[in-house]
């Protein structure tokens, strides 16, 4: 079945590492989207991705960053310079034509230990 | 900017009885789309139903309806007959139609509504 696949479903991050969230999609969606939950917050947009090779910084793009080398494969980096990265990761895609909502991935839990 | 306000940030019903749940945005575009959102407890976002800003008729789907007043910028989601399964938080989302504007097919949430449903 086509959908969204992100991993690891929790990940756990020491002060000043740099981690990578993983995000594929077999759907043949040509823009990728990542955002951060957090509680009383709903979801904020972090980077987002309308075709392969290039991608734009959403609301609160500061401290992350992303490539976008295949179609169907868009991770997310938080670096050592995202200064509260504990949150839920939800990673999104859609064909394209605003008519289509977005189809979601399971979400990724990352604390800080 | 569009901007999307859920001012309930929790609501409860009975099991069988129909609820309500709000949404306001602000928006100076004229095409537009809006949609509901689902959350349970498993965090799997999961559509429930859109509305195109185009579309005087509200949208249904099955239990799901929604009360769309443009003018108002007002996009409300009644849940009738709420069952146990119901129970989630619930995003008003809004995206842009606008080819030329900046915040063309993205999204934008509100801060969530969690309904719970009494047995």
């Known amino acids: 079945d086509g959908g969204i696949t992100q991993s690891p479903k929790y990940l756990f991050r020491k002060e000043g590492q740099n981690v990578t969230l993983s995000c594929e999609q077999n759907?043949?969606?040509?823009?990728m989207y990542w955002y951060r939950q957090d509680p009383g917050q709903g979801l904020r947009l972090i980077y987002y991705s309308q075709i392969v090779n290039d991608f734009q910084k959403g609301d609160i793009a500061e401290g992350y960053s992303v490539s976008r080398e295949k179609k169907e494969s868009f991770p997310l980096t938080v670096t050592s310079a995202q200064k509260n990265p504990t949150a839920f990761y939800l990673c999104?895609?859609?064909?394209?034509?605003?008519?289509?909502?977005?189809?979601f991935g399971s979400g990724t839990r990352l604390t800080v230990v | 900017a569009q901007t999307v306000t859920q001012s309930q940030p929790e609501m409860s019903v009975q099991e069988a009885e129909t609820v309500t749940l709000s949404c306001t945005y602000d928006t100076s575009e004229s095409d537009y789309y809006l949609f509901w959102y689902k959350q349970p407890p498993s965090r799997q976002m999961i559509l429930v139903i859109r509305q195109e800003a185009y579309k005087q008729q509200n949208a249904t789907e099955n239990r799901f309806s929604v009360n769309f007043q443009k003018a108002a910028k007002s996009f409300s989601l009644k849940i009738s007959d709420s069952q146990l399964g119901d129970a989630a938080m619930y995003f008003c989302a809004y995206r842009s139609a606008d080819a030329g504007g900046t915040s063309y097919g993205k999204l934008t949430f509100g801060q969530g509504t969690i309904l719970t449903v009494h047995p």
């Open positions: 759907l043949n969606h040509d823009a």
């Open positions: 999104a895609s859609t064909p394209g034509p605003p008519i289509y909502g977005y189809t």
